[in-house]
């Protein structure tokens, strides 16, 4: 247990078990930053960040500035006189009038092995880029995208059926032990922050919807890695009859494809789980798991029951 008065800012469900491990741990959470609720769906109803409906279960003051640059939100920042502030996905640049404020500095928890995969969308960077390992690295922040001292970086392999979502959900739980275990060490003055190697810096962008449509001119590998990483948000969609058909889920088949990138063919009768494969620049996409636009997921066999005539369509490729 301590006493150490912290802020916690964030916004994704990534966010959500750092919280909860520091309450339990007895840290004085003061408030909780998060994003604006934001219209959504076709009704454009609000939604509430995962923080935000965290931080209500917890009782916890929640504050939501659109910009943390203003002098009013700055000044009332600085009035809960936080001795750490404790960043998650939160969203925003942290300002140097904020970064200022806590004693023992702003703390980031950042899922990925820095400096690789600095920025906005570092898992499905990672799993994009076919890492073999993806980790958490808790650090100072500083005025940069993700340039400050390091103070702790674990490592965990990425297995072969990981997608964003579910490897999110693993480093979210090693963040949460991580900030527990730094934060007592960093109070004793133990920790001799590391500076980055800018040299070996990788970045990660924002990501946008359309970036999940797949090019079947890619290999088949390449492509397996793109549907985990889109996987579960934007998705990994192609185009057929006009509409957006995701595939949610399948894998690379060795050898060559005679075939045109983006031909279906049936796989009924072959060796696989898979119904339907995609000919691609360098072998074949098994296809597993489907959603067409309007209609629930459902299996590539299940699909081609009701559409047959995919089979030998040339479906576009993104360029």
């Avoid at 793109?226 to 889920?249: C, D, N, S």
């Avoid at 072959?270 to 636009?293: C, I, K, R, S, Y």
């Avoid at 459902?298 to 360029?319: D, H, K």
């Amino acid at each position: 247990m301590t006493a150490l008065r912290i802020i916690f800012m964030g916004s994704p469900g990534f966010a959500v078990l750092p919280l909860e491990y520091l309450v339990q741990d007895g840290y004085e959470v003061a408030a909780v930053y998060t994003q604006p609720d934001r219209p959504a769906g076709r009704g454009r109803q609000l939604i509430l960040s995962p923080v935000k409906q965290a931080a209500q279960r917890l009782g916890i003051k929640i504050v939501q500035p659109e910009k943390l640059r203003s002098p009013e939100v700055v000044a009332e920042l600085a009035g809960l006189q936080p001795e750490a502030i404790i960043v998650a996905a939160y969203g925003q640049i942290l300002p140097k009038a904020v970064l200022d404020i806590p004693e023992l500095g702003c703390i980031n928890i950042h899922p990925s092995l820095l400096p690789r995969h600095r920025g906005a969308s570092p898992v499905l960077a990672t799993l994009l880029a076919g890492d073999e390992f993806a980790g958490v690295t808790i650090m100072l922040l500083n005025e940069g995208l993700d340039t400050g001292p390091v103070l702790s970086r674990a490592q965990i392999p990425v297995a072969g059926v990981d997608t964003t979502g579910t490897l999110t959900e693993k480093l979210s739980l090693i963040g949460a032990c991580m900030v527990t275990e730094v934060l007592p060490h960093l109070v004793r003055g133990e920790i001799q922050p590391r500076s980055q190697d800018d040299k070996a810096a990788t970045y990660s962008a924002q990501v946008a919807k359309e970036e999940g449509e797949i090019n079947w001119h890619l290999s088949a590998a390449e492509i397996g890695r793109h549907v985990r990483a889109f996987q579960p948000w934007p998705g990994a969609y192609t185009i057929w009859q006009g509409k957006r058909l995701e595939i949610q889920m399948g894998f690379p088949l060795p050898g060559g494809a005679a075939q045109e990138p983006g031909t279906v063919m049936d796989l009924r009768h072959a060796n696989t789980p898979a119904a339907f494969g995609v000919a691609t620049g360098e072998g074949m996409f098994a296809v597993t798991t489907v959603q067409l636009a309007g209609k629930k997921a459902m299996s590539a066999a299940e699909f081609l029951r009701g559409q047959p005539s995919i089979i030998g369509a040339e479906l576009p490729s993104v360029q």
